[in-house]
């Protein structure tokens, strides 16, 4: 199993970037899709996730309204649409996947409730 992030970098506050994340290895479509950061010195924090079939979408209230999840069950990718960026946002990005049937927002917003991990993405933000 792998779960493959890109699309990281260094972008001007106000700036946009979209991350994507590939899976392989596991039949996509089975599974709930999130999106994690960790800032250097912080926990990992809960981003974003999809439901299986892209019918619902969570948000943590710091990213709501600027950042979109979205998902291609054909090509087993997971995007994160980030805008209006502040230096806030800086961190190594992560995608998971969770194989479950419950759309329960304080499980998915667990970093311990997670089947796989990818390997991250740094996203920096300069002010």
């Known amino acids: 199993v792998q779960l493959q992030a890109s699309g990281g970098g260094l972008v001007q506050a106000g700036g946009s970037l979209r991350l994507s994340c590939v899976a392989s290895g596991i039949t996509f479509n089975n599974y709930i899709m999130k999106w994690f950061r960790q800032a250097a010195g912080k926990e990992r924090e809960f981003v974003a996730a999809?439901?299986?079939?892209?019918?619902?979408?969570h948000y943590a209230d710091s990213v709501k309204g600027r950042f979109t999840i979205s998902r291609d069950n054909a090509q087993n990718t997971v995007n994160l649409q980030m805008n209006s960026l502040t230096p806030e946002d800086t961190a190594v990005y992560y995608c998971a996947a969770w194989s479950t049937v419950n759309w329960h927002i304080a499980s998915i917003e667990s970093p311990r409730l997670n089947d796989y991990w990818g390997q991250g993405t740094q996203v920096t933000v300069s002010s």
């Open positions: 999809i439901s299986r079939g892209a019918y619902n979408t």
